[in-house]
């Protein structure tokens, strides 16, 4: 299921994976470590999807009229040079 609230964020009450390791921690054996960041992948996904999903929209519905937009703006700098 697709969940448009977003999680918490991790806890950061323990030390970090660098902080642990610096102390002699072994990050692997104690849970008081922080998980590393992770970057927001899905939410990067989600908007690269819903975005080429409203091209596809805006081509399918206006396409014609972009189209002929376009050609008269070239025709336009064609006739000014």
Request: no cysteine; glycine share 8%; charged share 20%.
């Amino acid at each position: 299921m697709l969940a448009l609230i977003p999680a918490p964020p991790p806890r950061r009450d323990g030390p970090t994976i660098t902080e642990a390791a610096d102390r002699d921690i072994d990050p692997d054996l104690t849970a008081d470590v922080d998980p590393p960041d992770r970057g927001d992948v899905p939410g990067w996904v989600l908007i690269t999807l819903m975005t080429a999903g409203l091209v596809v929209a805006l081509w399918a519905l206006a396409g014609e009229a972009f189209t002929s937009m376009f050609q008269d703006a070239m025709n336009k700098v064609r006739g000014a040079g």
